[in-house]
């Protein structure tokens, strides 16, 4: 189940926010597009996304999935991403402009770039 959800062209700004899953529901903490909208946390499609000072924790499908155009700029900076289940953080986007910078993780949590 999404967490949150913007849609194609649309500009997403999170400052210090928490998106706390459960060990319960197949949730997802951030989603770049629409992949399964049952399991998936937070659903972005194709937008732009300025994230800072968040924390993404305990989603059992997974903490930020992002698939990206050459025309959208994403810059996840200063936040920590723990104890996610299927994956960490996960870019995809030929030519995509997708920036992470000083934030933190767990061991469990897994990151494909």
Partial sequence: MPCCVALENSTLKMLNCELKGNKTHLTTGIIKRFIDFKSQGCLLVNCNV????????????????????????????????????????????QDAKQVIQRYSFSLTTNVEI
């Fill in 50 to 93: 300025e994230m800072a000072l968040c924390k993404i924790h305990n989603h059992r499908a997974g903490g930020i999935y992002m698939i990206n155009t050459a025309e959208n700029e994403v810059s996840i900076s200063d936040s920590k991403i723990w104890s996610n289940g299927l994956i960490g953080i996960y870019c995809e986007g």
